[in-house]
């Protein structure tokens, strides 16, 4: 099995673009897991999915942020508009049923000029 | 929100030498993780203790959890250099983890 798959790896934008990031979670997994970390604020929940349903948002950070799971091999983080303090890095993780063991993907680095 | 706090924050040690860090939390919990992160990677699963475990090992991990402390430890006995990383310990209500800021270890030959 490839992992769970990120893209893009790095992204670079300007302030004010919009920025989507995709996921693709392990096959047979259920439960989908979007992070965010920077130096500050370490790893921090931004919404999670369960069989392609978002269950808590309550860590998205504002309405410029935005996630989609219309499949259950696919998701999308999207931020319109981007601003600077926007810049993390942001990672995907998928889980089976029933198991609380998480698999992360490599993570899309961005900067937010 | 950041539940759990690892101490301590760096950790530098010789190869051979045994690592210790530890992790508190702050409410109840089903279970406790502990995952590495090596340098521009993803998180890695090390290891889960339930809140009835005191106790568990894979390895050269050893873990132990004191649920009246609301405390967990992760021993890394006879390290080598690849054991360089960040270490993170995840506490568990319901589904969601909650991650500390990590130590850092480095392990030099």
């Known amino acids: 099995d490839a992992g769970v798959i990120q893209s893009p790896r790095h992204e670079v934008t300007e302030m004010g673009q919009e920025v989507t990031l995709r996921c693709k979670p392990i096959?047979?997994?259920?439960?989908l897991f979007w992070y965010r970390q920077t130096m500050m604020r370490g790893l921090e929940l931004l919404i999670y999915?369960?069989?392609?349903?978002?269950?808590?948002d309550s860590g998205m950070p504002e309405d410029r942020f935005s996630a989609k799971m219309p499949n259950a091999s696919f998701s999308t983080l999207k931020i319109q508009p981007s601003e600077p303090r926007d810049s993390a890095v942001y990672f995907c993780?998928?889980?089976?049923?029933?198991?609380?063991?998480?698999?992360f993907g490599p993570g899309t680095r961005l900067t937010v000029t | 929100s950041q539940q759990g706090e690892e101490d301590p924050q760096a950790l530098s040690i010789q190869e051979g030498e045994n690592a210790t860090m530890n992790c508190s939390y702050k409410?109840?919990?089903?279970?406790l993780q502990w995952y590495r992160q090596n340098s521009g990677r993803g998180l890695v699963h090390l290891i889960l203790?339930?809140?009835?475990?005191r106790e568990k090992h894979s390895g050269r991990l050893r873990v132990t959890l004191d649920t009246s402390k609301k405390s967990s430890s992760l021993l890394i006995t006879a390290s080598r250099a690849a054991d360089t990383a960040s270490y993170f310990c995840?506490?568990?209500?319901?589904?969601?983890?909650?991650f500390g800021k990590g130590t850092s270890l480095l392990v030099t030959p």
């Open positions: 993780a998928s889980s089976l049923p029933g198991s609380y063991e998480q698999y």
């Open positions: 096959s047979g997994h259920n439960s």
């Open positions: 999915f369960n069989n392609n349903v978002p269950i808590d």
């Open positions: 409410t109840s919990i089903n279970n």
């Open positions: 203790i339930r809140s009835n475990e």
């Open positions: 995840a506490s568990i209500s319901g589904y969601a983890l909650n």
